[in-house]
């Protein structure tokens, strides 16, 4: 009997070993087991959370912070981005594609592309892009004489950036344009809150004062704009928005305005050709002239003179033309422009003596004038003057290549016809200067002078020397020199 309890204990603690064996292996999967149910409501929480803000990124689009693409959630979430930007990245290459039309002069299409990127953006989602939208529209309109429709443009503008101040002064110059002084001057003075020292600002409300009537307000802004401006300031000034109002038809405002710019800078010579154009739209053609001619007097222009010529003869007096033109000769004496002008408009008149005297003397005064060489050369051939006639045209071929442009060794002076990088002469780098081959002759001509004078003083020294050398005794006369030359 002892022995079978002495078993029966055996067993028991054997079976005890075994159950705590078991309990011990079953113990950490069980724990994770419970662990997972235990935490599983806070991951999902958190899953959700995850794929809740993706989304909602994913639905602002306006947002600047990159879409996280990774994962399942990612991948849902750009897929909903792509499909809810559409129209926004649509409207943004549209509006891109419109701005580049626009710089290249392509106004159709820029007008085209604008106004798609518009209906794109409905949300104007790309709002500083509707605002510049709206002012290359607007410009479109000004061009073609809408002024309601370019108001319109502006006015979408303002409405979207109140501060804008380009478009703030052009929806009060479309109002002016329209003869509604009063939302144009409220316009202005809302601009010059936003910048109070504009000079152009100033400059529109002085115009729409001086259209109103209102003379004493135009002069206090006419005032204001010249207070403390240099003259080249508002010289500049007055002849762009003088050129503004003239592009765009309204030629007693640009009248006023060029004549302002000539009483602050009368030797622009530029201002006399467009004052003149103006008189001569007109139908002022002998105001036109005068105009023509005080600029020449100023300055000479090839424009200038074209339309003396195209005037004098056909619609004012030659004579009146050529009386100008001899007051700007005696003004300018040494310029052979001048008289070659001069000559033109003489033999307009039959006076062809007088103009081959003319064109002697603008050839003499200006070589390098080689359609006056050319004329000249012309009327000697016309009458039977052969040997005159080749004279000139060589010297007018040899001006043309003293004109030509060629490439000078800056070291050693090497010519050539082509720019290089390395000199052939010198074997340096980088030392090839573009200049005429007239310069190249003269500092050519200039060096040989310099080389016989140096060869005739050598040759007057061994002189002097040998007569002195004759003088001395016998033994102490010194050894001939050799010239290094030979």
């Known amino acids: 009997m002892e022995d079978v309890g002495l078993l029966a204990d055996l067993l028991v603690l054997l079976g005890a070993f075994f159950l705590g064996f078991v309990a011990g292996m079953l113990f950490m999967p069980l724990r994770r087991l419970v662990l997972g149910f235990w935490n599983a409501p806070g991951r999902l929480l958190k899953g959700t959370q995850n794929v809740g803000a993706r989304l909602r990124q994913a639905f602002g689009s306006a947002t600047d912070e990159p879409l996280d693409r990774s994962g399942v959630t990612g991948k849902l979430a750009g897929a909903v981005s792509d499909v809810l930007t559409l129209r926004v990245r649509r409207a943004e290459v549209a509006f891109r594609q419109g701005m580049e039309a626009f710089d290249q002069g392509d106004y159709e299409q820029a007008r085209r592309r604008l ?16 605002v510049l939208a709206h002012l290359r529209l607007g410009w479109l309109d000004e061009e073609r004489g809408d002024w309601s429709q370019a108001r319109e443009h502006y006015q979408q503008a303002v409405c979207l950036d109140p501060d804008h101040l380009p478009a703030t ?26 910048d109070p020292g504009n000079l152009d600002t100033h400059y529109y409300l002085y115009a729409i004062y001086r259209q109103a009537g ?28 003088g050129e503004e109002h003239f592009r765009l038809g309204r030629h007693a405002e640009a009248l006023s305005d060029y004549e302002l710019a000539l009483q602050l800078g009368p030797r622009t010579v ?7 154009d103006l008189y001569y739209l007109q139908r002022q053609p002998h105001t036109a002239l005068d105009t023509w001619c005080r600029g020449l007097w100023v300055g000479y222009s090839e424009a200038l003179a074209e339309r003396v010529l195209s005037v004098a003869g056909s619609e004012v007096d030659a004579w009146s033309a050529i009386q100008l033109v001899r007051d700007c000769m005696t003004e300018h004496p040494h310029d052979g422009r001048y008289p070659f002008l001069l000559s033109r408009l003489v033999r307009q008149v039959g006076e062809e003596e007088e103009g081959i005297v003319l064109l002697e003397k603008a050839v003499g005064l200006s070589p390098h004038l080689l359609e006056a060489q050319q004329e000249l050369g012309d009327l000697y051939a016309q009458v039977g003057q052969e040997a005159k006639a080749q004279a000139i045209y060589r010297s007018g071929l040899r001006a043309a290549l003293e004109n030509e442009r060629v490439f000078r060794c800056r070291a050693c002076g090497y010519v050539t016809q082509e720019e290089q990088s390395r000199c052939l002469r010198c074997s340096r780098w ?12 003269g500092a050519g001509e200039l060096s040989r002078s310099l080389l016989q004078r140096a060869d005739a003083m050598r040759q007057s020294l061994r002189a002097a020397w040998s007569r002195i050398s004759g003088q001395l005794p016998s033994g102490d006369r010194a050894p001939v020199i050799e010239d290094a030359s030979e």
Do not use: C
């Open 115 to 130: 106004r798609a990127a518009i209906l794109w953006d409905g949300g104007q989602e790309l709002k500083p892009m509707h």
């Open 169 to 194: 002064v052009r929806l009060g110059m479309m109002y002016f344009h329209l003869g509604e002084t009063g939302p144009a001057i409220f316009q202005f003075q809302r601009a010059l809150e936003l």
């Open 214 to 241: 209102m003379e004493r307000e135009a002069l206090d802004q006419l005032r204001i704009v010249k207070a403390g401006e240099s003259s080249e300031k508002l010289v500049d000034l007055f002849a762009r928005h």
């Open 270 to 276: 530029g201002l006399y050709r467009a004052l003149g």
């Open 430 to 441: 980088g030392t090839f200067e573009e200049v005429r081959l007239g310069q190249v002759e």
